[in-house]
């Protein structure tokens, strides 16, 4: 099953730099399918893109025109999550936060309310169907909606699941499934031949692999080593968000996820079990700039206030900024890329959570076969980094000439 | 010069419970006045009321209907400032954070307008002379205010201080002149033969004085062993606010206080030469309740956005919940009670800072004398805990029989 690396004395089968849901996931499921894995970060499951978000599963109320084969895939992803989440639960022990409430989207006014509807015939296109609902009905199901909302439509199907749970439950079953975590730097890629063959630590060390998968988001483009053509040209797109607490023993303030529009202008209120609440979100091209700032944090109270106005007297339990790593074409980069054992798994923008499922299944498969499943293959590393795609589903990798 | 206490072995003179501005101006100034003294606070210096302050010196600017003669201790307090920063940086070798680049006070529509235009009446009249301006002559002073402030007035007398160095500042100064500063808890104050003898801590130790200071702010009310009646009536008015960070190489978002009225609701933006700026603040009356909230935050932000748009492009460095206590009356409770040996520094709600210069010569004045200045006669703590009020400026305490 495994490919093999000539040069390396006792060498992993797989090697995957970063601890966030995405390494996480490919780590996981590649152990599952019988590959040794090791798992190197410097933060395995601590703070990361994947700890700021806020988990919504809501392809319905997220589809946008120009995207809509991202959206099958995260149909796909948003579909698999109930049986991926029983995989991942008996595996690790633990709950990974999963919630099936449906998701309810409103409109603050006439305007945000045509803009809905529109994407409401996008959606139909898609195969996914919502339920139109007046400003009353919106507000039978969620009395704490402001008068003032217009409208919206509900969703059933999308759900939401929380990503710090999911993280630690993926992070026990990848143990539990023997892979090896390691607590360290990248210092660089170890190419050899042409071929990746593994990676040298900050602390000196090194892992030989047979197969490497750089899944570090934003971080991936500055993994000294990866070979000029296939650096990955991610870009970092910022999010602010704050997470709210509901008072010991007061009900919740939404009971499924509410998102809606305010003057054109997006944001959501995620509710977790434990009374949690989390409002977002900016979406920032500033670079690697982590601050957070005045302007963001009224942004997203400024509309979250619009939409329930009871939000104003919950606590403030934490403020958080995250870079999600963005593509050229905002869509995924997952699989083989034109240097032989070296993979990507990354570029999932707003996406990094819901894809999860869908990413570890397609990553475990071209990590075994050597190519992406049919339904992720537009999604191909190639397509940006350069060189072969793989053509056939299945077809296992025996060298590196295959990719050169 | 001091009180005596005949019980104790080795008593100090004076005893101040507290370590926020309020206790050490009166350590330091009582130290300076040739008194033996001790401080005795949880926290020495550390998280309070005075630390989340904002500092702003602003009588001219701060004076509403009906606090005409707090408005006049205010003003004298403020008018000392000069003179007392220049003793305190002498004494402590720090700086207080002193600026001296006056006040411009905005207001957003025409509404608010009318407001501050009634108010520049009743300052007129308290002889706080202010210069009326268009909206463009404050965009003159300060450019970065929006285009849709309506005009406002400058108040060149009126100042800031950074309390957080100020604090630093007294407490150096307490210590440079002898003041013993003891981190515990007070179990209980002791009063033996109906006159305040000292406190027992949480520690176990005892401490015995003279004269007792209870200068704790709003936790002064929770004190055990206050002699019924006596236990001074303060309430905690909630605050919150933010403090944002200039970048690097940056100029100051606003090179003086800018404070202002939006919508009837009141805001104002510190900067400090570090480059930070205070926004602030609410004002809540929610029992001891220090929750960060959502709509605290908000109601900041949107407000001073709505006079400084840029602020959005600030960093949040901060935020900050403080309990201001408040009287009864709005008004600080100073100097004597009806206990013979204990004296109240209290209840100085929203001008603990601006009040900490008179506070502390009237109560270096009441510990060495017996009696308030006449400037501070209208705020004896016996108004609101009973027990006669000290008749004659100057005549020292003999005894407790004076006052009971």
Known sequence: MSATTPSSQSPVD??????????????????RAGLSVTV???????????????????????ASFG????????????????????????????????????????????????????????????????????????RRLEPMLAPSVRGGYLADGDHSV????????????AERRGTVGVRDRVHRLVVEDGRARGVVLDSG?????????????????????????????????KGQLLRLRTPEGEPPLVTRTVRGLVKGSPVYLVPRDSGEIVLGATQEEQGFDTRLTAGGLWEVLRDAHALVPGVSELEVAETCVGLRPGSPDN??????????????????????????????????????????????????????????AAVADGGPIEGGDQWT
Chains 1, 2 share one sequence.
């Open 205 to 237: 060390g090194e892992i030989t692999a047979g197969q490497v998968v750089l899944a570090a988001g934003v971080d991936t483009p500055s993994i000294a080593g990866i070979p000029e053509g296939v650096v990955p040209p991610l870009r970092p797109v």
């Open 40 to 62: 190197v970060a410097e933060r395995l499951g601590g703070p990361s893109a994947s700890t700021v978000a806020a988990g919504m599963l809501t392809p319905a109320t997220e």
């Open 67 to 138: 995207e809509e084969e991202l959206m099958r895939l995260c149909v796909r992803s948003r579909d698999r999550f109930p049986g991926f989440v029983a995989e991942l639960e008996q595996d690790s022990g633990a709950s990974a936060g999963y919630r099936a409430e449906g998701t309810l989207q409103v409109a603050f006014d006439a305007d945000d309310m045509a803009r809905l509807g529109h994407l409401g015939d996008l959606r139909e296109s898609l195969g996914l169907a919502t339920q139109r609902l007046t400003g009353r009905e919106c």
């Open 331 to 388: 869509e995924p980069l997952l699989g083989p890329t034109a240097v032989p054992g070296l993979h990507l798994a990354a570029g999932h923008f707003r996406h990094g959570v819901l894809l999860t499922p869908v990413t570890g299944d397609a990553m475990a498969r071209a990590l075994t076969t050597g190519a992406l499943p049919d339904y992720a293959r537009r999604f191909a590393a190639t397509r940006v980094t350069g060189g072969r």
């Open 14 to 31: 797989v090697l995957v730099v970063g601890g966030g849901l995405i390494g996480l996931v490919t780590a996981w499921r590649a152990a």
């Open 162 to 173: 929380d990503p710090r749970a999911l993280l630690q439950a993926l992070r026990a079953a």
